[in-house]
């Protein structure tokens, strides 16, 4: 099967989110400060091991597909939709925030393409669901930090 313009498109979309995200997630692992460091600290290196491995199945997927994945720093800076990771020591309560709205951009990015995936190739969308699954599940791990219980 060769990838249509759209699919390559999509597709690209996703892998320069993934690895823009792994880039954050190590300036977050790196500038982290504050309360419960080293939980977040090691719960950021398995989220962006993840997130590594996500961005070399979609770039390898891409190829399966005749696609040509774009990496490249340049091309990643100008088209990821993840909004900057600000510069410095960061708190850990607001890393939280920071990294949780990543992985739900990253997630938003993901669902955005699926159905036209899914409608030329349900495999590639068979991948996507992986990604969104764990993604997600991060999320909701990292989010649950700042929580305060519900009152019901």
């Known amino acids: ?25 190590k300036e977050a692992h790196w500038n982290l400060v504050g309360k419960n460091f ?15 491995l996500f961005a070399d199945i979609m770039a390898e997927r891409m190829r399966a597909l005749h696609a040509v994945p774009d990496g490249r720093t340049k091309t990643v800076a ?8 600000p510069e410095g020591e960061v708190d850990t309560a607001k890393t939280v925030n920071l990294i949780t709205e990543r ?8 669902r955005d393409v ?5 409608e030329e190739d349900p495999t590639t969308a068979d991948i996507l669901h992986g990604f969104i699954e764990k993604i997600e599940q991060y999320a909701w791990m990292v989010s649950a930090e700042n929580r305060k219980p519900s009152t019901k």
């Not at 699919?7 to 995200?21: G, H, T, W, Y």
């Not at 080293?38 to 590594?52: A, F, G």
């Not at 992985?103 to 993901?110: A, F, P």
């Not at 699926?114 to 899914?118: A, I, R």
């Open 1 to 25: 099967m060769q990838a249509s313009a759209t699919l390559s498109k999509n597709l690209q979309a996703v892998l320069v989110d993934l690895i823009e995200l792994h880039i954050q997630g």
């Open 38 to 52: 080293r939980d977040l600290h090691l719960q950021l290196d398995e989220i962006v091991n993840s997130v590594r």
């Open 78 to 85: 100008e088209t990821t939709t993840l909004a900057p990771y």
């Open 103 to 110: 992985l739900e951009g990253m997630s938003g990015t993901m």
């Open 114 to 118: 699926h159905d036209q995936v899914d």
